[in-house]
C-alpha cells in the first residue's frame, strides 16, 4: 500500500488501508466514521455530499480496497480567516478564495494509531502548492493543536472568527500552514 508522491510512491504503514479519492458511493461510510469522530459536531450526509460535488480534487477516503472506508479527508478552496457553517450546504465556493480549507480529517478509531494520516496531509500540502494556493487552513476542535502542530500548522489569532471558533468548543483554534 503507498500513496503517490510525483511518481514515486511512499509506503503507509497501515494493513491494505491506502488513501484514494472520494467516490460518490463512499459517503455513507465517511458519514459513519464522522458520527463516531465528531459526536459533538457532527454533520449530515447532505453536507458531505455537497463538499464532494463543490471540489472533489479535495476530498479523499482511507480504505481498504472496496471496503468501506475507514478515513476520510476533505477540503477546498475558501478565504482566509473564515470558515463555513457546521452541517450546512454551502451555494458554492468562494469568487476569489485565499487559500485551501482543510474541513475534515477523521479516521473511525479501529484506524488509528498506524501513522497514516502524515500521508494525506503531504498530499494535500503537495496538491495545494501544485495548484499555486499559499496555504492550508483549518479549525482545530477536541484539543487537536497537538497533532495539527506537528504537521506543520500553526496557531493564527483570527478576531473576525472568535464566536464562530466558540461554537466549537473552547480548545477550537484557528490553524494555518503556510505552503
Not at 22 to 41: E, L, N, T
Not at 51 to 67: E, I, K, S
Request: proline share 8%; glycine share 8%; hydrophobic share 45%.
Amino acid at each position: 500500500m503507498a500513496i503517490s508522491k510525483g511518481g514515486a510512491e511512499r509506503a503507509l504503514p497501515s494493513d491494505g488501508l491506502s488513501w484514494r479519492p472520494m467516490r460518490p458511493d463512499d459517503i455513507a461510510a465517511v458519514v459513519a466514521v464522522a458520527r463516531v469522530s465528531f459526536p459533538d459536531h457532527f454533520e449530515d450526509q447532505a453536507c458531505f455530499e455537497n463538499r464532494l460535488a463543490l471540489y472533489p480534487r479535495g476530498c479523499f477516503v482511507l480504505a481498504d480496497g472496496a471496503a468501506p472506508a475507514r478515513g476520510y479527508l476533505i477540503a477546498y478552496p475558501w478565504k482566509a480567516e473564515s470558515a463555513p457553517p457546521l452541517n450546512t450546504v454551502i451555494e458554492g465556493l468562494p469568487a476569489a478564495p485565499d487559500l485551501i480549507y482543510l474541513h475534515d480529517l477523521a479516521l473511525h478509531p479501529d484506524a488509528r494509531g498506524g501513522g497514516v494520516t502524515g500521508a494525506i496531509i503531504e498530499r494535500l500540502a503537495e496538491q495545494a502548492t501544485e495548484d499555486g494556493w499559499p496555504a492550508v487552513a483549518l479549525v482545530a476542535v477536541n484539543d487537536a493543536v497537538g497533532f495539527w502542530s506537528r504537521h506543520g500548522f500553526v496557531e493564527h489569532p483570527a478576531e473576525a472568527m472568535a464566536a464562530k471558533l466558540a461554537s466549537y468548543g473552547a480548545d477550537a483554534r484557528y490553524m494555518v500552514r503556510s505552503l
